[in-house]
């Protein structure tokens, strides 16, 4: 397992720590597209297009980044 994160973290030129924190950035990001969505179900008038926007910039950080 050691040997396949220092293989990951190399193949994206990132520490550790970098990596943990855009993981992290990423993860929250989600979680937060998620639950809008989650509410936009329920209440259809709020967050109209609030979790397609963080799809697409989630999609455009991960291309650019990668």
């Known amino acids: 397992m050691i040997k396949e994160s220092k ?10 720590f ?3 924190s855009i993981a992290a950035n990423v993860g ?5 597209g998620g ?3 989650l509410l936009h179900g329920i209440v259809p008038g709020i967050f109209q297009t609030d979790a397609s926007n ?3 910039e989630l999609y455009e950080f991960i291309n650019k980044n990668r």
């Open 7 to 16: 293989k990951h973290l190399n193949s994206v030129n990132e520490s550790y």
């Open 18 to 20: 970098e990596h943990m």
């Open 28 to 32: 929250f990001k989600m979680l937060s």
């Open 35 to 37: 639950l809008m969505a």
């Open 54 to 56: 963080k799809i697409k």
